[in-house]
């Protein structure tokens, strides 16, 4: 007996659209972590061999990390809305890169 989502084409659709949105959600994470550790060790005080990080790239850090993933449940919900509706619609800007169709 197969899977469903191996025979539904509506099934294979929206479980790419979650897995592209994931892996976009894992590799900005990973991006904007690497780019803050560099800043805070650029702008960062050393003290006794230990590295403080500003206040103020903590607090973009913060920020941007709220806004990725606001648009990440933002994309979510409007997904799950979609499924709901019967509707087979690609998420934007990111959607037409699923590769699992």
Same mark, same amino acid.
């Given at each position: 007996?197969?899977?469903?989502?191996?025979?539904?084409?509506?099934?294979?659709?929206?479980?790419?659209?979650?897995?592209?949105?994931?892996?976009?959600?894992?590799?900005?994470?990973?991006?904007?972590?690497?780019?803050?550790?560099?800043?805070? /060790? @650029?702008? =960062?005080?050393? !003290? %006794?061999?230990?590295?403080?990080?500003?206040?103020? +790239?903590?607090?973009?850090?913060?920020?941007?990390?709220? /806004? @990725?993933? =606001?648009?990440? !449940? %933002?994309?979510?919900?409007?997904?799950?809305?979609? +499924?709901?509706?019967?509707?087979?619609?690609?998420?934007?800007?990111?959607? =037409?890169?699923?590769?699992?169709?």
């Amino acid at each position: 007996m197969f899977a469903k989502e191996k025979t539904d084409p509506r099934v294979r659709f929206h479980v790419g659209q979650g897995m592209i949105l994931s892996i976009c959600l894992i590799g900005i994470s990973i991006v904007s972590g690497i780019i803050f550790a560099i800043l805070g /060790a @650029v702008f =960062g005080t050393r !003290v %006794f061999y230990v590295t403080y990080t500003p206040a103020w +790239i903590i607090w973009v850090n913060w920020l941007l990390q709220l /806004a @990725v993933y =606001g648009v990440y !449940v %933002f994309l979510a919900v409007t997904s799950i809305l979609n +499924i709901n509706k019967n509707q087979d619609k690609p998420l934007p800007i990111i959607g =037409g890169f699923a590769f699992y169709k």
